[in-house]
């Protein structure tokens, strides 16, 4: 079945070393989001990429970076820079190079813990 | 004021109940989305509207763009329905807002 798979579900990393999400997806979906998401807040864009070699800043990019290198791929860095790293990071693909213009699949999400 | 409000943010129902969740949005939209967020924290797109009404099983998604509101509605409320959904707009300057969430609780 086709879909989009995060990994770790859980992870967890001390205060200053940078780590990495992994976002891949099989749908052929050319455009891929990553979210973050807070207790109470609703979902906020960090990156999204319509096309490969392609990626665009969100409205929370401040200390993240991304890469897409794969159609398939879109890993998500979290570096020493964020300042409040630990959330429920969520990746996203979608179909149409339309930013929103068709329906969003969902990972399963990874959370975040940074002590 | 968030651009995205949705009501009730927390919802408790008996099975079989009727239930509907709101949500008023403040920007001119060319889309909206809803989604289900379960339990263990995977989204799952429900609808995407623009106008009108969208029927799927025993979900219906309503908009009505003057208002600039919609309404998810859930007949024959389950248990399985339990989880949160969520409301997020495509603006015209085609970025994307969400809601905080509604939590639906619906006990056997």
């Known amino acids: 079945d086709g879909g989009i798979t995060q990994s770790p579900k859980y992870l967890f990393r001390k205060e200053g070393q940078n780590v990495t999400l992994s976002c891949e997806q099989n749908l052929n979906h050319d455009a891929m989001y990553w979210y973050r998401q807070d207790p109470g807040q609703g979902l906020r864009l960090i990156y999204y990429?319509?096309?490969?070699?392609?990626?665009q800043k969100g409205d929370i990019a401040e200390g993240y970076s991304v890469s897409r290198e794969k159609k398939e791929s879109f890993p998500l860095t979290v570096t020493s820079a964020q300042k409040n790293p630990t959330a429920f990071y969520l990746c996203?693909?979608?179909?149409?190079?339309?930013?929103?213009?068709?329906?969003?699949?969902f990972g399963n999400g990874t959370r975040l813990t940074v002590t | 004021k968030n651009e995205v409000e949705q009501s009730p943010q927390n919802l408790t129902a008996q099975e079989g109940e009727f239930i509907t969740i709101n949500c008023s949005y403040s920007?001119?939209?060319?889309?909206l989305h809803w989604l289900q967020q379960h339990p263990g924290g995977g989204i799952v797109s429900l609808f995407m509207?623009?106008?009108g009404k969208k029927k799927h099983g025993r979900l219906i998604a309503t908009i009505n763009i003057q208002e600039k509101h919609s309404s998810l509605h859930i007949t024959a409320s389950h248990p399985r329905d339990s989880a949160v959904y969520i409301c997020a707009v495509k603006g015209d300057n085609n970025d994307m807002r969400f809601g905080a969430g509604t939590r639906l609780t619906v006990k056997p």
């Open positions: 920007v001119g939209i060319s889309a």
């Open positions: 990429s319509q096309i490969v070699n392609d990626f």
């Open positions: 509207l623009s106008s």
């Open positions: 996203a693909s979608s179909h149409s190079t339309a930013y929103f213009n068709s329906p969003l699949h």
